[in-house]
Nanobody
Framework: QVQLVESGGGLVQAGGSLRLSCAASGRGFSGYTMGWFRQAPGKEREFVASITWRDGSTIYKDSVKGRFTISKDNAKNTVSLQMNSLKPEDTAVYYC????????????????WGQGTQVTVSS
């Protein structure tokens, strides 16, 4: 079982930055892929970025490339998402998730989820 707790959401103006963190605990997650997803009102949950614990390989959604950076801290068992140049369309609830299957950018492939943290970008 893996437990995930997100933090760091909030309200920011367009062009600003936020850093989300996900604290992971439990057994065996060192072999997992960690992902960030987001869900805006009335929309489906969508993949944002992922990173593998083992070798740090990353994948990004095209619309966030160059603006968002996913990283991990093995010593602290945390995964972070640095979000720069934020846009109003980035507004959503952001979820941290863990997948034992692999680096697949699909929500159904992730076994464990955090509770989510709200990110609101004002124009």
């Amino acid at each position: 079982q893996v437990q995930l707790v997100e933090s760091g959401g909030g309200l920011v103006q367009a062009g600003g930055s936020l850093r989300l963190s996900c604290a992971a605990s439990g057994r065996g997650f060192s072999g997992y892929t960690m992902g960030w997803f987001r869900q805006a009102p009335g929309k489906e949950r969508e993949f944002v970025a992922s990173i593998t614990w083992r070798d740090g390989s990353t994948i990004y959604k095209d619309s966030v490339k160059g603006r968002f950076t996913i990283s991990k801290d093995n010593a602290k068992n945390t995964v972070s998402l640095q979000m720069n140049s934020l846009k109003p369309e980035d507004t959503a609830v952001y979820y941290c998730a863990a997948s034992s299957i692999g680096a697949v950018p699909t929500a159904s492939m992730y076994n464990f989820w955090g509770q989510g943290t709200q990110v609101t970008v004002s124009s």
